[in-house]
RNA sequence: GCCCUCAUCGUCUAGCGGCUAGGACAGCGGGUUCUCAACUCGUUAACCGGGGUUCGAUUCCCCGUGAGGGCGCCA
C-alpha cells in the first residue's frame, strides 16, 4: 500500500469555523496516524468573495490548533502550486485532455462536461456502499473562463496523487459529479470518507459561520486552551471506544481510524467543551498556566497601563487556577486582587450580619494580624482555627465576613490563600477599613 | 419536487443477536467543621413507530416517521 495522502481544501470566502477546523483535523489525524502526508490546498477560485484576510485566518488558526501541513503554502512540495488560482495551466492541461476526449461542449458560453449517465458507485470507508446517478451534465469552465469547484477539486486531487477524500456528508451527492470526472480521465478513485456535519447547538441546520460559537478565532480569543478545542472536536463524530474523554492528542493519533467515525451528525454544545476546557486548564504546570494568563491579560488590556508586578500577578493566577473554568473567567474573578475599590455584595453582606457578631470576629481577627506568619496557607489555617477555638466561636464565623471584606465577594479562591496572597498589609487595611463603614 | 445520508438519556457517546443498556456534559440532591463557578458522592433520564427474520432483537431486513444534506456559471 502506498503512502496516504490527504488533504485539507478550505475556501478563503469567511471567517473558518468549528465545521472545516473538524474536518482539518480528521484529515490531520488520519495523516498523522498512518504516517501519511496532510496537504493544505487553498481552493480560492472564486475571485469576487476570497480575501487574503481570511486566508491568514486559516493558516493561524491551523497553526493555534497544532494542526503542521506537510505540503502546502508555505511549505512547498512536490505538487505545488497549492493555491489553485496559481494552477491555471494544469487545469487547461486536464480540460484539453476532456476537450480531446469529446466529452465537452459550449453552451451559453460556459463549458459543459457531458456525463456518463451510469450509476456512480463508490465505497465510502464510514457508510459503505453508496450509489447515485448524475442525471444532468454540470458546468466545468464558467463563461468568464474561471474553472469551477467541482473540475479543480477532482483535477488536483488526481495532481497531487490524493488517495482518501476526508470531508463533510454535505459533499455526498456532490460526490457522482466527481466520480464521473475521475473516470473520463482515466484515473483511479480515491478512497471517500464523508464525515457528519456538526449541528447548531439551538435551531435546525448545521452550523455555519454565523451561529454563535461557530468561530475558531472566537474561542481563540475568549482564553480557550487549543488542546481542549482540539480534544473536544476529537469527540464530535470519534470516540475511542471506552470510557475515555481526555486524551492526549499523540494517544488519539494512536487510535484514530476511518471505520470509526460515527455515521450520524452531532449538536455542537459548548458546555461540554467549557468543560474539557476547564480539565486542560486545572491540569497545566504553573509556568505554562502563569504564562497564559499573563499574555491573556495583556491582550485583554485588563491593568490598562499600572501593569502589575510579575510575582504578584504569579501568585495571583496560580491561587485562582483551580477554580476557573476558562481564562475568560479570570479578569471577572481577580479584580480585587488589584484595586482596593471593589463593591460588596449587599446580599452576601445580609446573609453574614444576620447572625453571630461579625464585627467582634473581624475585630479578633485584625488584632491577631501584627503577630500573625503569612508565609504559608497552613500557617494561617492555624491561626484562624486557634482564634477560634480561644472565643468558642467557629472558623466560618471568621472567613465568612473577612472573605466578604477583603474582596466584596462570597465566593473566591482558598480563604488561607487569599489572605496570604494578599498580605499582611492589605488585609489589615482592608480589614479596618471594612469594619470602619461597616 | 427529485436524490443521498442518518436515527440509544436534553447533549456527546459505548453497545456490533441474549447486558440490571455503560460513561461524560448539563440537571437535581448530599458532602466538603472556608465560600464557590472548584472538588467529591449520589441521582433523574434513552434504544422513534410498525412490520418482518430469529428460540431471542437496541443490534439484521423492509416500510413509515423524524432529522440532516445535495440538486448554482458558490465552495
Same mark, same amino acid.
Given at each position: 500500500m502506498s503512502q496516504v495522502r490527504v488533504r485539507f481544501a478550505p475556501s478563503p470566502t469567511g471567517f473558518f469555523h468549528i465545521g472545516s477546523a473538524r474536518t482539518a483535523l480528521f484529515n490531520w489525524l488520519y495523516a498523522r496516524h498512518t504516517g501519511g502526508? /496532510?496537504?493544505?490546498?487553498?481552493?480560492?477560485?472564486?475571485?469576487?468573495?476570497?480575501?487574503?484576510?481570511?486566508?491568514?485566518?486559516?493558516?493561524?488558526?491551523?497553526?493555534?490548533?497544532?494542526?503542521?501541513?506537510? =505540503?502546502? @503554502?508555505?511549505?512547498?512540495?512536490?505538487?505545488?502550486?497549492?493555491?489553485?488560482?496559481?494552477?491555471?495551466?494544469?487545469?487547461?492541461? &486536464?480540460?484539453?485532455?476532456?476537450? !480531446?476526449? %469529446?466529452?465537452? &461542449?459550449?453552451?451559453? $458560453?460556459a463549458l459543459f462536461f457531458k456525463i456518463s449517465g451510469e450509476p456512480q458507485v463508490i465505497e465510502d470507508a464510514i457508510r459503505g456502499r453508496v450509489e447515485r446517478t448524475e442525471e444532468k451534465d454540470f458546468v466545468i469552465v464558467r463563461s468568464d473562463g474561471n474553472p469551477v469547484f467541482h473540475f479543480v477539486n477532482v483535477v488536483d486531487d488526481i495532481a497531487m496523487k490524493v488517495t482518501h477524500v476526508i470531508r463533510g456528508e454535505d459533499h455526498l451527492s456532490n460526490t457522482s459529479k466527481h466520480t464521473e470526472l475521475f473516470k473520463a480521465f482515466g484515473a483511479p478513485l480515491p478512497i471517500y470518507a464523508h464525515i457528519p456535519l456538526i449541528l447548531k447547538q439551538n435551531g435546525p441546520g448545521k452550523m455555519s459561520k454565523r451561529d454563535q460559537g461557530a468561530l475558531i478565532e472566537e474561542y481563540?480569543?475568549? %482564553? /480557550?486552551?487549543?488542546?481542549?478545542?482540539?480534544?473536544?472536536?476529537?469527540?464530535?463524530?470519534?470516540? *475511542?471506544?471506552?470510557?475515555?474523554?481526555?486524551?492526549?492528542?499523540?494517544?488519539?493519533?494512536?487510535?484514530?481510524?476511518?471505520? $470509526?467515525?460515527?455515521?450520524?451528525?452531532?449538536?455542537f454544545d459548548e458546555k461540554k467543551l467549557s468543560h474539557m476546557n476547564m480539565g486542560y486548564l486545572h491540569a497545566m504546570a504553573p509556568d505554562a498556566c502563569f504564562a497564559f494568563a499573563r499574555d491573556f491579560l495583556a491582550k485583554r488590556k485588563v491593568f490598562g497601563e499600572n501593569a502589575p508586578e510579575d510575582a504578584y500577578l504569579r501568585e495571583v493566577v496560580l491561587l485562582?487556577? @483551580?477554580?476557573?473554568?476558562?481564562?475568560?473567567?479570570?479578569?471577572?474573578?481577580?479584580?480585587?486582587?488589584?484595586?482596593?475599590? &471593589?463593591?460588596?455584595?449587599?446580599?452576601?453582606? =445580609?446573609? +453574614? /450580619?444576620?447572625?453571630?457578631? @461579625?464585627? +467582634?470576629?473581624?475585630?479578633?481577627?485584625?488584632?491577631?494580624? *501584627?503577630? !500573625?506568619?503569612?508565609?504559608?496557607?497552613?500557617?494561617? =489555617? !492555624?491561626? +484562624?482555627?486557634?482564634?477560634?477555638?480561644?472565643?468558642?466561636?467557629?472558623?466560618?464565623?471568621?472567613?465568612?465576613?473577612?472573605?466578604?471584606?477583603?474582596?466584596?465577594? *462570597?465566593?473566591?479562591?482558598?480563604?488561607?490563600?487569599?489572605?496570604r496572597v494578599l498580605g499582611r498589609d492589605r488585609v489589615t487595611q482592608r480589614l479596618q477599613r471594612f469594619l470602619a463603614t461597616a
Open positions: 502526508v /496532510f496537504i493544505l490546498r487553498v481552493e480560492d477560485t472564486d475571485q469576487t468573495r476570497n480575501s487574503e484576510e481570511f486566508l491568514n485566518l486559516i493558516y493561524n488558526s491551523l497553526r493555534w490548533l497544532g494542526m503542521n501541513w506537510d =505540503e502546502g @503554502p508555505g511549505i512547498g512540495g512536490d505538487f505545488g502550486p497549492y493555491r489553485q488560482s496559481e494552477r491555471s495551466a494544469i487545469y487547461k492541461e &486536464y480540460l484539453e485532455r476532456l476537450k !480531446a476526449a %469529446g466529452r465537452t &461542449y459550449e453552451k451559453d $458560453g481563540q480569543n475568549r %482564553g /480557550f486552551l487549543p488542546e481542549a478545542l482540539v480534544n473536544f472536536l476529537c469527540l464530535l463524530g470519534w470516540s *475511542p471506544k471506552d470510557d475515555r474523554e481526555k486524551l492526549p492528542i499523540e494517544e488519539v493519533i494512536r487510535l484514530f481510524d476511518l471505520p $470509526g467515525i460515527n455515521q450520524s451528525n452531532a449538536r485562582c487556577q @483551580p477554580k476557573i473554568r476558562s481564562f475568560e473567567d479570570l479578569p471577572g474573578f481577580i479584580g480585587y486582587f488589584f484595586s482596593d475599590d &471593589y463593591a460588596i455584595d449587599q446580599k452576601a453582606r =445580609e446573609k +453574614v /450580619f444576620s447572625k453571630g457578631d @461579625p464585627k +467582634v470576629r473581624l475585630g479578633e481577627l485584625v488584632a491577631a494580624l *501584627p503577630a !500573625a506568619d503569612f508565609a504559608t496557607d497552613a500557617a494561617l =489555617e !492555624a491561626l +484562624v482555627q486557634q482564634l477560634a477555638a480561644s472565643h468558642g466561636a467557629s472558623t466560618g464565623d471568621y472567613i465568612h465576613p473577612a472573605r466578604l471584606a477583603l474582596s466584596g465577594t *462570597p465566593v473566591g479562591p482558598s480563604f488561607y490563600g487569599l489572605l
